[in-house]
């Protein structure tokens, strides 16, 4: 079994917090993936829970700043 598949849950729930925190904060994923510097395609792919995709840790912390958002509350698997 290859990481990502290990793991896939892990991406999902990640991927469902971030979108959960960047529609509290009104934003879309266009406007959260251009202040993080990425392409909207992999913000909808780290948001979507039929695609467990990988992210960088770096971008994770740039994803918390931005949201105004604890690095720990991404990281809740428990919802």
């Known amino acids: 079994m290859d990481k990502k598949t290990k793991y896939a849950e892990k991406y999902i729930r990640i991927g469902l917090n971030i979108a959960y925190y960047r529609k509290l904060r009104g934003m ?3 406007q959260l993936a251009e202040a993080v510097n990425i392409s909207r395609t992999h913000m909808s792919n780290i948001e ?15 994803i918390a700043d931005i949201l105004d958002v604890d690095i720990a509350s991404l ?3 428990k919802k």
Do not use: G, I, K, M
Not at 48 to 62: G, H, I, M, Q, R
């Open 75 to 77: 990281f809740d698997l």
């Open 28 to 30: 879309t994923q266009l």
């Open 48 to 62: 979507a829970p039929n695609v467990p995709t990988s992210v960088s840790l770096d971008t994770l912390f740039e």
